[in-house]
């Protein structure tokens, strides 16, 4: 079991920056990948943005050049830079933690993320 934990979401002004940041329990974080994914109300949770083990990325075209994630292996923890935000970012951002073999990995509880224009 892989206890999973968001932190970092808020209220912000379009065209701000956040931080958020998921630490993940586990001896072999530095195993994991790491997805932020995020759902707006009414809509279908969506991947935001990965980071592989190998510390490869990959992020959903809406975000690029505006969301960087990255990871902390010493700390047990990913991040997602979020910079010059909208409000069509506002969601819940939830991370997902997926140690090896595992196919749908743990969640976190989210943490709430507004953007006003």
């Known amino acids: 079991q892989v206890h999973v934990v968001e932190s970092g979401g808020g209220l912000v002004q379009a065209g701000g920056s956040l931080r958020l940041s998921c630490a993940a329990s586990?001896?072999?974080?530095?195993?994991?990948?790491m997805n932020w994914f995020r759902q707006a109300p009414g809509q279908q949770r969506e991947l935001v943005a990965r980071?592989?083990?190998?510390?490869?990325?990959n992020y959903a075209d809406s975000v690029k050049g505006r969301f960087t994630i990255s990871r902390d292996n010493a700390k047990n923890t990913a991040y997602l830079q979020m910079n010059s935000l909208k409000p069509e970012d506002t969601a819940v951002y939830y991370c997902?933690?997926?140690?090896?073999?595992?196919?749908?990995?743990?969640w976190g509880q989210g943490t709430q993320v507004s953007v006003s224009s």
């Open positions: 586990g001896s072999i974080f530095r195993l994991y990948a």
């Open positions: 980071i592989t083990s190998g510390a490869s990325t």
């Open positions: 997902n933690a997926v140690p090896p073999g595992s196919t749908l990995g743990y």
